[in-house]
């Protein structure tokens, strides 16, 4: 038997378990760049309306929310119009659930691909947040688009101030967080299927939980007793920021906003750690 020196060339793992090589990824971006293509064009390429698709989701839920929550309900929304407010809640949650949704069977939509042919096994999640992120956009221009209706009909002032340049900091934490939590489920589905029917039901619960379609300080005055649960939400804290923000509220929370950040980047690298290990055995379990 050949001693381990005598070998001219070793073939061993050189991946570790947090390893996020750019330089790979860098090297495969035109194959990242197709992976965003085709979740932009592919999506909705056999329907009727097409990517009207994106425009019509958020605005039909929007209505949907104001005639139940602030109609029917009776929640109030200051100074801000109730169908404006939904809409910027939405257009953030928006981002963050199909971020989630969409990389959480990574592994199992790709098994054919994965089998196949070697590639950063990465790039298809970011992919996915990256699309996402063109999907967002579109979103956003629809949401100033009706902020500058509603200015320009008298129904709200516009209050925009220096807490604008916080939004590159929501995004991205929006983004890590659905990146690590669809990372994290996407490798638990290899071995336990129950958590793909569990997922819709977990989202919308989640939804419900991160002050979506209410302020945060109407929990408080009402439900005192479980309002911690969504006022130490982190996805909540986004939203409820992201909302401040657009409406020009002063009072935000500096320090939270790191709070929350340093929280998606630990969830980024949890998640980052579960799909490393399971790239490398998942195709026996799926």
């Given at each position: 038997?050949?001693?381990?020196?005598?070998?001219?060339?070793?073939?061993?793992?050189?991946?570790?378990p947090?390893?996020?090589?750019f330089?790979?990824?860098w090297?495969?971006?035109?194959?990242?760049?197709?992976?965003v293509?085709?979740?932009?064009?592919?999506?909705?390429?056999?329907?009727?309306?097409?990517?009207?698709?994106?425009?019509?989701?958020?605005?039909?839920?929007?209505?949907?929310?104001?005639?139940?929550?602030?109609?029917?309900?009776?929640?109030?929304?200051?100074?801000?119009?109730?169908?404006?407010?939904?809409?910027?809640?939405?257009?953030?949650?928006?981002?963050?659930?199909?971020?989630?949704?969409?990389t959480?069977?990574?592994?199992?939509?790709?098994?054919?691909?994965?089998g196949?042919?070697?590639?950063?096994?990465?790039?298809?999640?970011?992919?996915?947040?990256?699309?996402?992120?063109?999907?967002?956009?579109?979103?956003?221009?629809?949401?100033?688009s009706?902020y500058?209706?509603?200015?320009?009909?008298?129904?709200?002032?516009?209050?925009?101030?220096?807490?604008?340049?916080?939004?590159?900091?929501?995004?991205?934490?929006?983004?890590?967080?659905?990146?690590?939590?669809?990372?994290?489920?996407?490798?638990l589905?290899?071995?336990?299927r129950?958590?793909?029917?569990?997922?819709s039901?977990?989202i919308?619960?989640?939804?419900?939980?991160?002050?979506?379609?209410?302020?945060?300080?109407?929990?408080?005055?009402?439900?005192?007793?479980?309002?911690?649960?969504?006022?130490?939400?982190?996805?909540?804290?986004?939203?409820?920021?992201?909302?401040?923000?657009?409406?020009?509220?002063s009072?935000?929370?500096?320090?939270?906003?790191?709070?929350?950040?340093?929280?998606?980047?630990?969830?980024?690298?949890?998640?980052?750690?579960?799909?490393?290990?399971?790239?490398?055995?998942?195709?026996?379990?799926?």
């Amino acid at each position: 038997m050949a001693n381990k020196d005598q070998w001219i060339i070793e073939i061993t793992p050189k991946k570790s378990p947090l390893e996020f090589n750019f330089k790979e990824i860098w090297r495969y971006r035109d194959l990242l760049f197709l992976f965003v293509k085709r979740d932009i064009i592919t999506l909705y390429k056999q329907t009727i309306l097409g990517p009207l698709w994106y425009l019509i989701q958020p605005l039909f839920t929007s209505v949907i929310f104001t005639l139940i929550f602030n109609n029917v309900a009776g929640i109030e929304t200051g100074k801000v119009p109730p169908f404006l407010f939904n809409l910027a809640g939405i257009t953030a949650w928006g981002y963050f659930k199909n971020c989630l949704m969409n990389t959480s069977d990574t592994f199992k939509k790709n098994e054919a691909i994965f089998g196949k042919v070697y590639f950063p096994r990465v790039i298809v999640p970011l992919s996915i947040v990256i699309s996402n992120l063109v999907r967002f956009g579109i979103q956003l221009l629809i949401f100033v688009s009706f902020y500058v209706y509603f200015i320009s009909t008298g129904e709200m002032q516009l209050s925009l101030n220096y807490t604008l340049i916080y939004i590159p900091f929501i995004v991205i934490t929006m983004g890590l967080t659905g990146l690590g939590l669809g990372n994290i489920i996407s490798s638990l589905v290899t071995k336990y299927r129950d958590l793909t029917y569990l997922l819709s039901f977990g989202i919308q619960l989640l939804m419900y939980l991160s002050a979506v379609m209410y302020p945060i300080h109407v929990i408080k005055e009402k439900v005192p007793k479980i309002s911690w649960i969504i006022e130490y939400n982190p996805i909540a804290t986004i939203i409820e920021t992201f909302r401040n923000i657009s409406f020009g509220d002063s009072n935000i929370s500096i320090i939270r906003i790191l709070i929350v950040l340093m929280i998606s980047f630990i969830i980024f690298l949890l998640g980052l750690l579960v799909f490393n290990r399971t790239e490398k055995n998942f195709i026996d379990t799926v």
